[in-house]
């Protein structure tokens, strides 16, 4: 369900963001510009960037995503201009229930043309009932060109490539407050030890207890607890172990998965860490996640883990930035050098249609000028994993930042590993653990439940 | 715009043809002769009811029995596989165990507080102001009490003040704030309280009438030959008004299976605090197992039905003493 993190987040989305890009714009003019000069390529008047798709006589494609409200005018601002140029008619619908919406339209054989796809798990069932088409060769070539082969694969299924990368999301981030760490003389931490360091050593100095959480989130509430995990995993066990586990080539409550979920019991079930601003341990599962970090900003709290989207939660006339009052660092991995783990989400453009004007518009949603004229629209809130972009093309400083973790070369990139598994596991099984879990439940059964419902 | 007056034309389109049917229908049922006219008269007042109840309710039910025999995508035949989950996997035995508390406990606890306010308030000078006061909550909705309550029982750490009534209560006592919808088994009985808040007014408004329909000649003889107030309850209008009591209890009883909204709406059945209506919507919707959620679909209808015929002959015979 990574893709209702992001949304919800943008529903969010009000007059702060427009604030926080007016300031952004406004510290740095020279990105900005830049930006802007990208952007020009893109308007109406220059067509000749599209005559290698031709024209389609105002033939229509319907597009079909989560992303709603301001972000789905701001979605199909990208690609306006190609609209225009091509002669195809562009008719995007964005809703709130969109997994259980598209597989009610493609079963009543009412898909629409494309869709945004915010799983692998999704694209895999859909490309399985054969509903989604194979991309092109075309587009297929572009992809190799400008994604690497792990975002490719996201989009493959048994090595054919059904679904082109579309927004990519980092979810490897602690959001703290730069100002207050100054004050008080506290470093970022690099590793996860030094991680650990500080916390102690905020605890120590008594003002406000290090981390605070929050997992409410109706529905889905647990997935922010899912996501420490997952974390964890990462770091201490390795991607390999990692893959091995959202495949489920492992137990569920393998001893290193165990060891893991022990770390996360070290921040998240310790008391002395949590729940600053909020109360004890059990008080996070009743936190609603976009608040839980708020406590940063009055003191009670240190330190919030959630994902780079987090930045639209913030308070009106919050800056976000890394001079500002609040900004997220890399949740560190074992050791500053070497590999650094990033756990991620992302979403795909699909099409379940081979007439030419669909494969056209998802060949241009391959090409770096799609790329390029969605990033610098982006308020905030879309990064791509596409290589070779300016990170000066994101206006706001956490996208800047997580599309600089994307290209890291050590980066190592994992997906969601609850968007991986089966529904029953992913939204069902590991969610309502964590909930149980951090209302006081011992991690040993909580693991063997979830795995007891892996069948 | 133009999608709008293509959408008021198709309907317009549509209209006009049912009613073109219907003229035909009549026309025919006018002119031919008794025997066609009779059935045709039949088939056109009956038949819509029958095929809405056929395509609304019989046949979503046959699907959902059967579905209920396949596995989670519905593809593939498992047998009672998933009735086996229902009664042997740890966390729908909760969601069991709690539905059965609930059942046991909001019927009960609702007419009970319903008899004894109606009792109380009878010919009373504030009857009408004391019966609204009860009854007011049966206007809210099982959302809006449920978000109510949630505020009821909010928690607040004991530093910053308390928002929710009860924990402020609770601290004015001098004791620690409590996280009340998080403790099981006792946030089940604090989610039962909403319920029965929300039922209690529609218990007392149906036997405070029924007890209004006491004859007075009863209720005087049996003073007159110097009956105790508890007396005159226990034997005069208690076995007058058992046909109401019962109608109220198990109006109650169905409406409590198939409750879904107060724990979706306060806890999201976390915490052990699930039932079976709302398991049946996590497992369906949010875990992709429709097998299971059938099978849950099947057992609360398996549940209900009794009680419902119950229900249905009791009221029949409380019209017929009437």
Redesign the interface.
Same mark, same amino acid.
């Given at each position: 369900m990574a893709q209702h993190r992001p949304r919800r987040a943008l529903v969010a989305r009000t007059a702060v963001l427009a604030s926080v890009l007016a300031l952004v714009l406004a510290a740095c003019g020279g990105d900005g510009s830049s930006a802007t000069a990208d952007g020009g390529a893109s308007t109406p008047a220059d067509c000749a960037a599209f005559a290698d798709y031709g024209t389609f006589d105002g033939a229509t494609v319907t597009v079909y995503a989560s992303i709603r409200d301001a972000e789905g005018e701001v979605l199909q601002r990208a690609w306006a201009a190609y609209a225009e140029c091509t002669d195809t008619e562009i008719d995007y619908e964005g809703t709130g229930a969109f997994e259980?919406q598209l597989r009610v339209k493609v079963k009543g054989g009412n898909a629409p043309d494309i869709a945004l796809l915010p799983q692998p798990g999704l694209i895999r069932e859909l490309a399985a009932q054969g509903a989604l088409q194979p991309v092109s060769a075309q587009t297929e070539s572009n992809v190799d060109a400008n994604w690497d082969a792990t975002w490719k694969g996201y989009g493959s299924v048994d090595g054919t490539l059904y679904a082109v990368p579309h927004g990519a999301y980092v979810k490897s981030y602690v959001w703290y407050s730069p100002s207050r760490f100054a004050d008080a003389g506290y470093e970022v931490p690099t590793t996860l030890e030094e991680m650990k360091a500080l916390s102690d050593r905020i605890v120590a100095d008594g003002d406000g207890k290090p981390w605070c959480a929050g997992i409410e989130s $109706?529905? @889905? *509430?647990?997935w922010p607890a899912t996501d420490w995990v997952e974390d964890f995993v990462l770091r201490m066990a390795g991607p390999e172990v990692y893959d091995q586990w959202v495949d489920h080539e492992i137990a569920f409550d393998d001893p290193r998965i165990r060891a893991a979920a022990d770390a996360v019991a070290g921040y998240l079930k310790n008391e002395d860490y949590v729940n600053g601003g909020?109360? %004890?341990v &059990? *008080?996070i *599962? $009743?936190t609603a996640f976009q608040e839980a970090g708020y406590p940063i900003l009055d003191g009670a709290c240190w330190m919030h883990r959630q994902a780079s989207f987090y930045a639209n939660q913030w308070e009106d006339g919050t800056t976000v930035g890394p001079d500002g009052d609040v900004f997220a660092f890399y949740l560190p991995a074992a050791s500053a050098d070497g590999e650094q783990p990033v756990l991620g989400s992302g979403e795909f453009v699909g099409a379940f249609s081979e007439r030419p004007e669909v494969q056209a518009f998802q060949r241009y949603t391959s090409t770096m000028d799609y790329v390029r004229s969605r990033a610098v629209l982006s308020p905030g809130s879309w990064v791509t994993a596409a290589k070779g972009l300016d990170p000066a093309v994101f206006s706001s400083p956490i996208d800047r930042s997580s599309y600089e973790i994307l290209q890291n070369p050590e980066a190592v990139f994992r997906f969601d590993g609850s968007d991986q598994m089966? @529904? @029953?596991v992913g *939204? $069902? /099984?590991f969610w &309502?653990g964590m /909930? %149980?879990w951090l209302?006081g439940k011992d991690t040993g059964p909580v693991l063997d439940?979830i795995e007891a /419902?892996w069948g | 715009m133009e999608d709008w007056q293509a959408k008021a034309a198709q309907l317009g389109v549509a209209v006009a043809g049912f009613l073109a049917v219907v003229a035909l229908v009549l026309l025919v049922a006018e002119r031919g002769p008794r025997a066609v006219r009779d059935r045709l008269a039949i088939a056109l007042f009956a038949g819509p009811a029958l095929v809405l109840v056929g395509v609304g309710l019989v046949y979503p039910a046959v699907r959902t029995a059967v579905l209920s025999l396949f596995d989670a995508d519905g593809t593939s035949f498992v047998g009672v596989d998933n009735y086996e989950w229902v009664f042997t996997d740890p966390q729908a035995l909760v969601t069991v165990r709690n539905t059965l508390v609930w059942v046991v406990l909001v019927p009960v606890f609702a007419t009970g507080i319903g008899l004894l306010y109606a009792v109380l308030i009878d010919r009373s000078r504030f009857e009408a102001v004391a019966k609204s006061l009860l009854f007011l909550p049966m206007a809210i909705s099982f959302v809006g009490a449920s978000i109510i309550w949630r505020f009821v029982y909010a928690y607040r750490p004991p530093e910053s003040g308390q928002i929710g009534l009860l924990n402020q209560l609770v601290v004015w006592a001098g004791l620690p704030p409590q996280q009340f919808l998080n403790d099981p088994p006792w946030n089940t009985f604090f989610l039962v309280v909403v319920m029965v808040w929300i039922q209690a007014g529609f218990a007392m408004v149906v036997l405070s009438a029924a007890i209004k329909a006491v004859p007075a000649e009863l209720t005087e003889a049996a003073r007159l030959d110097g009956a105790s107030p508890w007396q005159l309850f226990r034997n005069v209008t208690l076995p007058c008004i058992r046909p109401s009591l019962v109608v109220v209890l198990t109006t109650v009883v169905i409406g409590v299976l198939k409750v879904f909204d107060i724990v979706r709406t306060t806890t999201g059945g976390q915490f052990d605090t699930s039932v079976l209506a709302n398991e049946m919507y996590v497992q369906s919707f949010t875990a992709g197992e429709y097998g299971r959620g059938a099978a849950l679909a099947v057992l609360i209808f398996v549940l209900v039905v009794p009680v419902v015929a119950y229900n249905v002959r009791q009221l029949r015979r409380t019209r017929e003493v009437r």
């Open positions: 259980a $109706g529905e @889905a *509430t647990g909020f109360g %004890d &059990r *008080t *599962t $009743g089966p @529904a @029953a *939204t $069902g /099984s &309502r /909930s %149980d209302n439940q /419902s | -």
